[in-house]
């Protein structure tokens, strides 16, 4: 038989035990809920987004990431994209990128979007991104970028690049002087934005409602002075 003290003290020992036990499983339950909820959100903020058409004339989709979805403003449908001129139609994912890796939601990329995307009869096909692809390898942005032009065979295509947001600004020079070979390669023109000066949001990555509008002017301004092309029919 146990010592009364003894009995006492592994009484307290297993309930200090079930007692840490319940805060982990608390802990594993809350960050395990923590990814689904900002994918899903990520996702109806995307189907919001998509809902909304601006403008008239030429039909234009924009391929994209937070910014073409409008994340952090009051009304989504203030996104730089609402500033091209034509029908605009936005298919945008926040977190996503060329490369597969770029998003934690599971198959987002832009590649991965793209099929669908098209099935609004685009004359001009619009991709814009980059920051999200900060951490992923030049062969990760490779892979995505051949499979996402090889998706948009026959589109008339223009990429714009990664503006220097101040929370990635150290990544973005890479990830602009890769799209604008890649872009190169494949034979569709590239837009820098590195060089714009925008302003942002508290989290130093997202823009303003001011640099919402500054982008999607300069965007506009520097889509007239390129031609859209189709993709080359590399291998993927």
Request: glycine fraction near 12%; proline fraction near 5%; aromatic fraction near 6%.
């Amino acid at each position: 038989m146990l010592h009364r003290g003894n009995l006492r003290r592994v009484v307290g020992a297993s309930t200090i035990a079930l007692l840490i036990a319940a805060l982990m499983a608390f802990y594993v339950a809350d960050i395990a809920d923590a990814g689904p909820t900002r994918c899903q959100q990520h996702r109806l903020d995307a189907r919001e987004r998509a809902a909304v058409v601006t403008g008239a004339g030429e039909r234009v989709l924009v391929i994209g990431d937070s910014w073409s979805v409008g994340l952090g403003l009051d009304d989504l449908s203030g996104s730089w994209a609402a500033r091209l001129p034509g029908e605009v139609h936005v298919r945008g994912f926040s977190g996503s990128g060329f490369s597969a890796g770029a998003s934690g939601c599971g198959r987002v990329s832009f590649h991965d979007r793209a099929r669908t995307a098209v099935g609004v009869r685009p004359r001009v096909v619009v991709v814009e991104g980059g920051l999200n692809d900060y951490d992923q390898p030049d062969r990760a942005i490779d892979h995505g970028f051949r499979n996402l032009m090889a998706d948009l065979a026959g589109q008339r295509v223009v990429v714009v690049g990664p503006a220097t947001a101040p929370l990635r600004a150290g990544a973005v020079p890479r990830v602009d002087e890769r799209l604008e070979v890649l872009s190169e390669l494949y034979g569709v023109p590239y837009v820098r934005t590195s060089d714009l000066d925008l302003d942002y949001l508290d989290d130093r990555l997202h823009l303003s409602e001011d640099g919402h509008r500054a982008f999607g002017d300069a965007v506009a301004e520097r889509l007239a002075e390129v031609t859209p092309a189709r993709p080359a029919p590399l291998a993927r």
